[in-house]
């Protein structure tokens, strides 16, 4: 095999492994429509005018549509009150037509509103985010639930590439509720050793070299360089950074993982764009299939797919 085609098979190819996703809930929604007569919904409340937030909303959009999904879209003002907020997160709770419901973070840095309290305010059924409270505890004690959309999608990932991941050293660099808290949940339940670095970990280049699987969700471009890691180490780089370009005045996105040289290293790596991003609404979408199917008591093979 020549260089060029080794680096190609090490990598994971998110973008097509959602796409089957997609297409199998679009499949299932059919079925659904044909069986029982509903179609799945989900409800996306946006506060401000952040240019990012919108257009991770738009793609949401764009997706629920494709499968199949209703879809709507509530776009609140960046002065809107915490109660505003939750009266409309309420209306939606009450509303038998929506089956998830998401509040796209984060919220403008402007707003005195608390994210928490807005996140707790969505009924844990519809709660397709998997930030509150309730189904933070039910993942942190091995119990079924919505989880967040991310992390599914690295153990998705992940999964297919290794069956039997017990006993695997795990390091999920970031600890974050929305990444690095519940994926280290989702890994322990695979029976991963974990361990949770963060900004305070000493030694992080030691615990690199010493993981066979890296879940790298800092934020900072190009974090891990290619000779922390590990030879035969799997890598699921979440990190979504824009960066200036020399010759381009349009932004480039990179990762948290020094991708160029680390795919020389390893045995399979996430590319940045292309690895966990598109797993993400693809994740997301599974989430309000599972939970428009919970709240009817529907038995789907949506059970068997998220972790
Ligand atoms: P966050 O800012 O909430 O958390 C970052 C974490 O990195 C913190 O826990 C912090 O302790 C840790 N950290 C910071 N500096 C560090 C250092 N020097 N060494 C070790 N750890 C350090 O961010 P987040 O919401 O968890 O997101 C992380 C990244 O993932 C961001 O780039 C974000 O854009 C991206 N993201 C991607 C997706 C996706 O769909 N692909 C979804 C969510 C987040």
Redesign the pocket.
């Known amino acids: 095999m020549s260089t060029d085609s080794i680096l190609r098979s090490k990598i994971i190819d998110g973008k097509k492994r959602s796409l089957t996703i997609r297409e199998w809930i679009k499949s299932e929604i059919l079925k659904l429509k044909e069986s029982y007569n509903f179609i799945p919904g989900l409800a996306v409340i946006i506060v401000g005018d952040d240019p990012a937030s919108h257009i991770y909303v738009k793609n949401k959009e764009k997706q629920s549509i494709e499968s199949g999904m209703n879809s709507w879209k509530y776009i609140l003002p960046s002065d809107v009150s915490e109660k505003e907020i939750i009266e409309q997160i309420n209306k939606l709770n009450e509303d038998s037509m929506v089956d998830g419901i998401l509040v796209q973070l984060p919220l403008p840095k402007t707003s005195s509103v608390s994210e928490r309290n807005v996140i707790n305010a969505i009924s844990p059924e519809k709660d397709v985010d998997g930030l509150t409270i309730i189904n933070s505890g039910k993942l942190a004690c091995g119990e079924d639930g919505l989880f967040p959309a991310?992390p599914s999608?690295c153990i998705i990932l992940i999964k297919e590439l290794s069956l039997n991941l017990a006993g695997k050293k795990a390091l999920v660099?970031?600890?974050?509720n929305?990444?690095?808290k519940p994926i280290a949940s989702m890994l322990l339940k695979e029976n991963c050793t974990v361990t949770i670095?963060?900004?305070?970990?000493k030694n992080?280049i030691q615990e690199c070299k010493n993981a066979d699987i890296i879940i790298a969700?800092?934020?900072?471009p190009n974090?891990v360089k290619g000779d922390w890691v590990k030879k035969d180490s799997i890598i699921i780089d979440?990190?979504?950074?824009r960066i200036d370009n020399l010759d381009n005045p349009k932004k480039r996105i990179v990762g948290?993982v020094d991708y160029e040289e680390a795919i020389k290293v390893c045995k399979a790596i996430t590319p940045v764009p292309g690895g966990?991003?598109p797993m993400?609404i693809a994740c997301l979408l599974l989430n309000t299939l599972k939970a428009s199917c919970i709240r009817r008591n529907i038995e789907s093979p949506i059970y068997n797919f998220t972790v």
Not at 173 to 176: E, M
Not at 197 to 201: F, L, Q, R, Y
Not at 217 to 220: D, P, S, V
């Open positions: 991310t999608g660099i970031g600890r974050s929305l990444v690095g670095a963060h900004s305070k970990t992080l969700a800092i934020g900072i974090f979440v990190g979504i950074n948290d966990v991003g993400t």
